[in-house]
């Protein structure tokens, strides 16, 4: 596991140089780790997918309407991680601090108000 607690503390440091506060560093922290946990919980459904993908693409012939289904599930199944994933984040901002939130609310997307906000250090 030390890889993995290599990416945690670079994570941490991430947070840290965006000004995020200690407690929010450690609220994010937390909703990664139940992420990481949920995402771990339905690796097996993504591979079962993947599965009947593969077998459905190999057969011969090929079975188009069991690919058909396959893709259909592979879909259904990205779409609901997305919106869990989504929930997660929401979740996650309503329980930082105004700052802290203002600040990661960032991390969701590449419109950025102008002028940019200057690095925290600046602000120290």
Same mark, same amino acid.
């Given at each position: 596991? @030390?890889?993995?607690?290599?990416?945690?503390?670079? &994570?941490?440091? +991430? *947070?840290? $140089? *965006?000004?995020?506060?200690? +407690?929010?560093?450690?609220?994010?922290?937390?909703?990664?780790?139940?992420?990481?946990?949920?995402?771990?919980?339905?690796? $097996?459904?993504?591979?079962?997918?993947?599965?009947? *993908?593969?077998?459905?693409?190999?057969?011969? %012939?090929? /079975?188009?309407?069991?690919?058909?289904?396959? *893709?259909?599930?592979?879909?259904?199944?990205?779409?609901?991680?997305?919106? @869990?994933? /989504?929930? $997660?984040?929401?979740?996650?901002?309503?329980?930082?601090?105004? +700052?802290?939130?203002?600040?990661?609310?960032? +991390?969701?997307?590449?419109?950025?108000?102008? %002028?940019?906000? %200057?690095?925290?250090?600046?602000? &120290?």
């Amino acid at each position: 596991m @030390r890889g993995y607690e290599e990416i945690r503390a670079r &994570r941490a440091d +991430q *947070l840290r $140089e *965006l000004c995020i506060s200690d +407690q929010g560093i450690r609220t994010i922290m937390d909703s990664d780790e139940r992420a990481r946990s949920a995402g771990m919980a339905s690796i $097996e459904e993504g591979h079962s997918i993947n599965q009947e *993908l593969g077998e459905a693409a190999n057969a011969d %012939p090929v /079975d188009v309407e069991r690919l058909g289904r396959a *893709l259909a599930a592979r879909s259904a199944y990205q779409a609901a991680q997305a919106e @869990r994933r /989504d929930r $997660e984040a929401v979740s996650l901002l309503r329980q930082l601090s105004p +700052q802290d939130r203002a600040i990661y609310a960032l +991390q969701f997307t590449l419109m950025r108000a102008y %002028p940019l906000r %200057p690095p925290c250090r600046s602000l &120290r």
